[in-house]
């Protein structure tokens, strides 16, 4: 009877673990599912320095807003952002996926460029958050922003 007792509760302890994993993560990204119109809904940034200080902004977006935009991903790799006063022609966009990473690089008329590597958290047929991580020596700050498939 001890066991089956034994035998049980490890059992118990064995799919306790199993039933915790991370696949909920989203650490494998299917990039197809990001092709399409995402409108920018909400925005949330955290940032706390070595003094303890914290500063937490959040707002939500609502089409004609300053801070309003929409994005639309194409199969080819690149993408577009319109805001209010339209499309965005004077810069190329273009985007990678790997795993849970997105990396956007935007090329200006000029000739400059920038890139943004961040971290896709939530992508799915509604939704898609977008979190960006900045750490260096007495900063630690946290963006995320929201978008909803239009």
């Not at 049980?8 to 990001?34: G, H, R, Y």
């Not at 909400?42 to 939500?60: A, I, L, P, Q």
């Not at 690089?105 to 992508?123: E, R």
Request: proline share 1%.
């Amino acid at each position: 009877m001890k066991k089956i007792l034994l035998l049980t509760a490890t059992l118990f302890v064995a799919v306790l673990f199993s039933a915790c994993s991370d696949d909920d993560k989203n650490e494998n990204i299917d990039p197809s599912q990001i092709i399409g119109a995402w409108e920018y809904v909400h925005y949330y940034s955290y940032d706390k320095d070595d003094d303890g200080d914290v500063d937490e902004f959040e707002y939500d977006v609502i089409q004609g807003d300053e801070n309003w935009y929409k994005l639309v991903f194409k199969a080819d790799g690149t993408f577009t952002k319109e805001d209010a006063r339209g499309v965005d022609t004077d810069t190329k966009h273009y985007y990678s996926i790997k795993g849970n990473t997105i990396t956007k690089k935007h090329v200006y008329t000029d000739g400059a460029s920038d890139t943004d590597v961040q971290t896709i958290t939530t992508l799915n047929s509604t939704t898609l958050v977008i979190e960006e991580v900045e750490q260096e020596e007495g900063y630690y700050g946290k963006s995320v922003w929201t978008y909803k498939r239009i």
